[in-house]
């Protein structure tokens, strides 16, 4: 059965570091387009960070770093400099097929069909 788990997720302090990972199960993770995203309470799913199906190293936008392990079928988010507004539920997904998204990731949670079930993220000193 194909799975997403996302994993290091806890209670950090303002201006840390945290390394997230997604790992799947059941099918190849190098394969698909992954996108990060999170949900604060009372708030709509934003998208953070994404890899496209295409790129098998990493991609760093701001605060935000994407990269693969191809070894270990994870794909993990790095987020620099956590303030408390990057509090919230992080979420890994996948879109339905392999080679989706292989150019060109996009952040729209409707475009994504595989869902983890997150990891909670709290930033507060």
């Known amino acids: 059965q194909a799975q997403l788990v996302e994993s290091g997720g806890g209670l950090v302090q303002p201006g840390e570091s945290l390394r997230l990972s997604c790992a799947a199960s059941?099918?190849?993770?190098?394969?698909?387009?992954v996108g990060w995203f999170r949900q604060a309470p009372g708030k709509e799913r934003e998208g953070v960070s994404c890899?496209?199906?295409?790129d098998g190293g990493s991609s760093k936008a701001g605060r935000f770093t994407i990269s693969r392990d191809n070894a270990r079928n994870t794909v993990y988010l790095e987020i620099d400099s956590l303030k408390p507004e990057d509090t919230g539920t992080y979420y890994c997904?996948?879109?339905?097929?392999?080679?989706?998204?292989?150019?060109?990731?996009?952040?729209?949670?409707?475009?994504?069909?595989?869902w983890g079930q997150g990891t909670q993220v709290t930033v507060a000193s």
């Open positions: 997904a996948t879109p339905a097929g392999a080679g989706d998204m292989f150019r060109l990731c996009v952040l729209e949670p409707e475009e994504y069909t595989y």
């Open positions: 059941g099918f190849t993770l190098d394969a698909y387009a």
């Open positions: 890899i496209t199906s295409g």
